[in-house]
């Protein structure tokens, strides 16, 4: 079953109901419809297969501490500015937001001194960013990491290619951002094992 919230003043009476939701997308008052939500949730609801959040205004760090976000498999988070870096999924796509190079060291460095699960795949969707700029993210990636980067990728200016960084945790951080059409740059940070 999908479930769409797209009425921000809706009052659900969900007393002595369960729902089995496998994919939720909800807009606006995010942690009051997720409070409101979680008590009714039938356990194999959990993980959520796809969860979609749309904020059109500023949101607090705290929201990403919910239960149903944190285990959701495929997270989807469109116009919502936080600590995303902190995040356990596997899955996280970011849309229409500023990326600049400290939010993605931060996360970077996050991920690199507490670990992070191989296979963890987060993307991260700029729609207002031109090709020097793209140039500057990628360069201030590769310099503050200049001792984890691979030796042949030290002295690149920018590449297609992505960065692979080092992990004391028996794997590798690679990251990228890559063109999609116009001036939307998509920031790729993927963990992966690293190659024998």
């Known amino acids: ?110 991920w690199l001194t507490r670990g992070k699960e191989i296979g963890t795949h987060f993307s991260i969707s700029s729609c207002e960013m031109l090709e020097e700029e793209a140039r500057v993210l990628w360069k201030a990636i590769r310099t503050n990491y200049i001792d984890l980067v691979e030796e042949n990728q030290r002295l690149i200016d920018f590449s297609p290619e992505p960065l692979k960084i080092k992990s004391r945790f028996f794997s590798e951080l690679w990251f990228n951002v890559v063109k999609e059409s116009g001036n939307t740059w998509i920031c790729d940070l993927q963990v992966r094992k690293t190659r024998a």
Not at 13 to 37: F, G, M, P, Y
Request: net charge positive; hydrophobic share 40%.
């Open 1 to 110: 079953m999908e479930f769409k919230n797209y009425f921000s003043r809706q009052v659900w009476d969900l007393r002595n109901v369960k729902l089995r939701i496998k994919k939720l997308e909800v807009h606006n008052e995010i942690k009051q419809v997720l409070s409101t939500l979680a008590p009714c949730l039938d356990e194999s609801s959990y993980p959520l297969e796809s969860l979609e959040l749309v904020q059109q205004f500023f949101t607090s760090d705290d929201l990403f501490n919910h239960h149903i976000i944190q285990t959701a498999k495929d997270l989807r988070i469109i116009g919502i500015h936080g600590n995303f870096h902190r995040l356990p999924n596997l899955r996280v796509h970011i849309q229409k937001v500023n990326v600049s190079p400290a939010t993605l060291i931060k996360a970077i460095d996050y």
